[in-house]
């Protein structure tokens, strides 16, 4: 786990009341931020990687936390920009997957959990990231539009049509019930276009996610 | 009523009740992992943040 962000860390003044608030604060957030981080991440050791950096992060720059305001979004926040600068760092470091697998210890583990990850859980995996953390927000941790927009630094326009979005997906991912992709690499071969053309043949037994299963859904 | 227009009502009901059932699941999910006890690795850090700060306090003080 790196220590060294860019942006908002800032040492603060140290005051002994604030900060034993603020701690107290933290430690009964961590939960939820756990929580929030395996949605986004769905690899429950990044997950909580993350939700340490984002602990981190929280603590210097807790001076510019207004008390009184709502700690749990602000938390949440971090989390999502934290979240996005890791993963474009780690696309531009290229075998970071590979590497990224062999060095975690629970890697095996994972799969089995993964394994017996429900339907939906596995749906939330083909959404966007967009969609899903707009998903969850509204849906699972209890956020209203507005807060959610504040989160996702987006309008609440945009949250709703995410969320719309998200949803119909969701259900129209599981009202096929072919097995879902594994990863969201979209291949373009012969087979594909055998299935597509099932697909249309049959609707409810889609392969792929995206445009095709929102035309059936149309249908 | 015209059956389509019943078709189309017996439809958004069908989606209504399976939309509920996924939102269900979306909260069981998220709060399984609410539920879970945090690892102790997670307090750990808060209290070595904590007491570093107070360190750092102390040899300030001291000076």
Redesign the interface.
Known sequence: MTTAQPGSAKPAV?K?EP?GEF?AG??EL???L??FA??LCGNPDIA?DL??ET??KA?QSRATFAPGTNLKAWLFTILRNQFYSDRRRAWRQAPWDQDAAERIPGASEEQSWAAEL?D??RA?SSLSDEQREA??LV???GFSYEAAAQICNCAVGTVKSRVARA?KT??SI??GSDPLPATGSDVSDPTTDIMAELDRLAPGTAHSVGGKLKKIVSE | MSNDQKGDREKNRV?RV??RA??R???R???N????S??D???A??QK??ER??D??DESEER
């Open positions: 140290p002994a900060d701690k933290l430690l961590i939960p939820f756990r929580a395996r949605s909580d939700a340490q602990l981190v603590w429900s939906t859980a939330l998903l969850i849906g699972a941790g949803r969701l259900l599981l009202e | 989606i399976r939309q996924i939102g699941e979306l909260r999910i998220y709060d992992v609410v539920k879970e945090v690892p690795d997670f307090v850090l808060l943040m904590d700060e107070e750092r306090e």
